[in-house]
């Protein structure tokens, strides 16, 4: 991957490449994890960290080749304490070698030099920073000042970030959708990326500042697509939490671009719905997950592939 | 300190024991740091978070004797890669040893699985959480159900949180000003933390649930201290941003208590007021700061010692 390259068209590249915008969580719980990584850690006295190491590991081999960007969700790192942050630096490090992008979702926020450490310590693709992440999801919580020093992170070592707006969970309404003077929170923030991404001199359609809207409000993300047509979209709330691939559509561009989709679950543990599969195949069912998640957001991609 | 007391009660208890509230925020910055700190871990090539592991102990020795509460910045330990994290870990035992409370700055939120992995990262002081530290700060961005989990948690293993509720950046009133209907983004999370600590079977007037409330704006933070009488205030922006003593005592209540005032720079780095001080002797500045902080808020401890 060209470093140089901005992380919008780091992105961009990686989903023409790959001809999809599928986004693997990577959420590992022990409870959750294959029996059989389960068993070889426990039975040699390791640190659950290595389970979910060698976990991380296992399917990043397997979603390497098929999708452009995998998504690790800190909260699970960080419960097992100081050892479990050094497993989420080695699985960073570890997409980046086989060429994924890296989104860790961290939802950071807060102000000043607070926000230029969590920036400083996320923003920045391998040895651009500590963590050595393309890109890192963010709280809009503080305001505009608290977002400013992600953003000019995001410019000094091209880097990306989304910004929550919409989430998918039923009880987001209770702020995001709260009806402020003229417009609602949500629509708040959506006009401040917006504001800033057109503000930053790109070349590319889409600036670094992208913008979490889930996939279970349909109307509203169409909305919220075209309130900000210089965003990139992550979209959670696909599978486990009842988004379709006709939901998800509005979310992209005529071009098939514009938004990533992702899949943390129904993807990664995908072998507990497959009972015909031996325990040490569990990888067999996150390869066809993947495939089968790629086909059904196919209408989205296949517009790629007819203007190439 | 008794550990199967509340959150709210240890707290309670430690700020009658220490007769002051205030809260010293632990913010190490490589460049900030004393230079005899610094010499030393350059000098034999040490990573920089020994450095910062150094200097926290060094405040820690000075405070634990004078306050009830000390608030690590996740940020900047994070800024150091896994390393930081191991650093904070030991930080935070450290000031538990020494009798100290230890409310954990990281502003996390998220919803489900993910808000439930992050409580029990954090919350659960001692051994009771891989981290153990007694309380977090939260952000309400994702609505009540990214909260609950962090609720449940508090009351399983008697923690405590800090929802943001009015941020003391001038920037916070973007979103949190933004006047929804019938009222503020601001007022609506203070509702709900409200509504959520009388719903809770407490033998104290505070429940669990605190509010991050800053020092800033005092006719809000008047007003939100009314709006959530149960609720613990964490009223930061005191000295470097501007909030005076004045501006914070409309945060306590008729007893003194209800509220504690955090000071970082003002306090960790008071050394760069005073030149005169010879370099080795920087924890006087800090001795020295943190006095003259608890001297200044003595209007509201001295209710406390009225009553006893």
Redesign the interface.
């Given at each position: 991957m060209n470093a140089s390259l901005s992380f919008s068209d780091r992105l961009a590249t990686e989903i023409r490449k790959k001809k999809n915008a599928v986004c693997v969580g990577l959420?590992p719980?022990w409870n959750q994890l294959p029996v059989v990584i389960r068993r070889r850690v426990q039975e040699v006295g390791q640190h659950p960290s290595v389970a979910y190491r060698r976990f991380c590991f296992d399917i990043i081999d397997v979603v390497a080749p098929l999708v452009p960007i995998v998504k690790p969700?800190m909260?699970?790192f960080?419960?097992?304490?100081?050892m479990?942050?050094?497993a989420?630096?080695e699985v960073i490090r570890y997409a980046r070698e086989k060429g994924l992008l890296v989104l860790l979702d961290g939802?950071?926020?807060?102000?000043?030099?607070?926000?230029e450490?969590?920036a400083?310590?996320?923003l920045g693709a391998g040895d651009a920073s500590?963590?050595g992440a393309d890109a890192l999801t963010v709280?809009?919580?503080?305001?505009?000042?608290?977002l400013q020093p992600f953003v000019d992170r995001c410019l000094s070592v091209q880097a990306g970030i989304f910004v929550?707006v919409r989430?998918s969970?039923?009880?987001?309404?209770?702020?995001?959708a709260?009806?402020?003077?003229p417009i609602?929170?949500a629509q708040?923030?959506a006009d401040?990326i917006e504001t800033t991404n057109q503000s930053i001199d790109d070349s590319g359609t889409y600036g670094p500042i992208g913008a979490v809207v889930g996939a279970t409000y349909p109307e509203e993300l169409a909305a919220l697509r075209q309130r900000m047509p210089h965003a990139w979209l992550l979209v959670p709330g696909y599978g486990a939490q009842g988004g379709t691939a006709a939901d998800v559509l509005p979310a992209f561009d005529q071009d098939g671009l514009g938004a990533i989709v992702n899949n943390s679950r129904a993807i990664i543990y995908a072998y507990q719905k497959r009972p015909e599969l031996s325990p040490e195949r569990w990888q067999q069912a996150v390869q066809d997950a993947t495939t089968q998640m790629i086909g059904e957001l196919s209408p989205s991609y296949r517009v790629v592939e007819q203007r190439r």
């Open positions: 959420d719980q969700q909260a699970f960080e419960q097992l304490g100081p479990g942050m050094k989420l630096y939802k950071r926020g807060d102000i000043g030099s607070t926000a450490a969590y400083a310590a996320y500590p963590w709280h809009p919580y503080l305001g505009t000042e608290g929550l989430t969970n039923p009880g987001s309404a209770y702020l995001q709260a009806d402020s003077d609602s929170v708040r923030v401040w």
